[in-house]
């Protein structure tokens, strides 16, 4: 066998670590770059730079670089042009379309689903019932209770104390009439809901009440009645009487529209003019009712409930 030892040269030594020396030094060795004519060989830039500095350079435009071009990218519509870039918008768009073809399908569903059914009538067929689908409930209707509340109680009690002078008809079609003799036997239908704002006054002429309401309104006949004057006066505009049984008379004025003309036959409740503020004697939309018995004029308040 044969061994054999070797060493380095001592100059070879030498001249690496100076290599090594020469090479971290010179990422600081400065170098000068000048930029000059080559006609005339002026200087027109130099600068004085170094590997180190170069290298910090090139990396810090780098790092720059890239974060211009992500924000441009995340905030500018550049992003579309990218391939594989997901878009939201699209994402959105792709959403609600699903959900239209999701309701879509289960409308057409149902559709055939009807058309079936009337197939199966027209042909005679039995109709087949999917149970499953069904939903039975079982509701145990003996255990309900049916509790009145104070509004309840309330409110009835209101309905019918508006409703006390309304018609009242027996079987046979005819009014029930306690005492023939006596007005308040008659069963006046209200001409008008409203407020009332000029009450009847014979000292003051004003032989009816005024009844503020919205406008055109129907006003209704309180008795079965004749039209006998349907037409239009300077003072209270378009007024509308009807003659009624027992010499009773009833006179609405100020109206708008009339509905009939004279001679007609009118029913208690039927429709006759529309409420307005024709003519002078008038400050806004409201009816001007009178109530006559015997060529005297009496106060409707008594026997009708306006209100």
């Given at each position: 066998?044969?061994?054999?030892?070797?060493?380095?040269?001592?100059?070879?030594?030498?001249a690496?670590?100076?290599?090594?020396?020469?090479?971290?030094?010179?990422?600081?060795?400065?170098?000068?770059?000048?930029?000059?004519?080559?006609?005339?060989?002026?200087?027109?830039?130099?600068l004085?730079?170094?590997?180190?500095?170069?290298?910090?350079?090139?990396?810090?435009?780098?790092?720059?670089?890239?974060?211009?071009?992500?924000?441009?990218?995340?905030?500018?519509?550049?992003?579309?042009?990218?391939?594989?870039?997901?878009?939201?918008?699209?994402?959105?768009?792709?959403?609600?379309?699903?959900?239209?073809?999701?309701?879509?399908?289960l409308?057409?569903?149902?559709?055939?689903?009807?058309?079936?059914?009337?197939?199966?009538?027209?042909?005679?067929?039995?109709?087949?019932?999917?149970?499953?689908?069904?939903?039975i409930?079982?509701?145990?209707?003996?255990?309900?209770q049916?509790?009145?509340?104070?509004?309840?109680?309330?409110?009835?009690?209101?309905?019918?104390?508006?409703?006390?002078?309304?018609?009242?008809?027996?079987?046979?079609?005819?009014?029930?009439?306690?005492?023939?003799?006596?007005?308040?036997?008659?069963?006046?239908?209200?001409?008008?809901?409203?407020?009332?704002?000029?009450r009847?006054?014979?000292?003051?002429?004003?032989?009816?009440?005024?009844?503020?309401?919205?406008?055109?309104?129907?006003?209704?006949?309180?008795?079965?009645?004749t039209?006998?004057?349907?037409?239009?006066?300077?003072?209270?505009?378009?007024?509308?009487?009807?003659?009624?049984?027992?010499?009773?008379?009833?006179?609405?004025?100020?109206n708008?529209?009339?509905?009939?003309?004279?001679?007609?036959?009118?029913?208690?409740?039927?429709?006759?003019?529309?409420?307005?503020?024709?003519?002078?004697?008038?400050t806004?939309?409201?009816?001007?009712?009178?109530?006559?018995?015997?060529?005297?004029?009496?106060?409707?308040?008594?026997?009708i409930?306006?209100?």
């Open positions: 066998m044969i061994v054999s030892f070797g060493f380095l040269p001592l100059h070879f030594q030498m690496k670590q100076k290599k090594n020396k020469k090479w971290y030094n010179n990422l600081r060795s400065k170098y000068r770059l000048v930029i000059f004519n080559d006609q005339t060989f002026e200087d027109r830039l130099s004085r730079l170094t590997r180190l500095n170069v290298f910090i350079f090139v990396f810090s435009f780098g790092i720059i670089f890239m974060t211009i071009t992500f924000i441009v990218i995340a905030n500018t519509s550049v992003k579309k042009y990218i391939p594989g870039y997901p878009d939201i918008d699209d994402k959105r768009q792709l959403y609600s379309l699903n959900i239209l073809a999701d309701s879509l399908l409308d057409i569903e149902k559709k055939n689903r009807y058309i079936a059914s009337f197939k199966n009538i027209f042909e005679e067929d039995p109709v087949q019932i999917n149970y499953d689908e069904v939903e409930t079982n509701l145990h209707y003996d255990t309900i049916n509790i009145k509340s104070i509004n309840d109680s309330t409110l009835r009690a209101e309905f019918e104390n508006h409703s006390m002078h309304n018609l009242y008809f027996n079987e046979s079609g005819q009014f029930t009439n306690t005492n023939e003799n006596s007005i308040s036997s008659f069963n006046f239908f209200t001409p008008l809901q409203g407020i009332i704002t000029s009847f006054n014979l000292m003051e002429n004003h032989f009816g009440i005024d009844i503020v309401t919205s406008h055109n309104e129907a006003v209704k006949a309180t008795l079965d009645g039209v006998v004057f349907s037409g239009w006066t300077l003072e209270t505009g378009y007024i509308i009487s009807l003659q009624h049984e027992r010499n009773f008379i009833s006179v609405y004025k100020h708008s529209v009339l509905l009939k003309k004279e001679g007609d036959h009118v029913l208690a409740g039927e429709p006759i003019a529309i409420s307005g503020q024709s003519g002078e004697l008038t806004g939309p409201h009816l001007h009712f009178e109530l006559w018995e015997n060529g005297n004029p009496v106060n409707p308040e008594e026997y409930l306006f209100n």
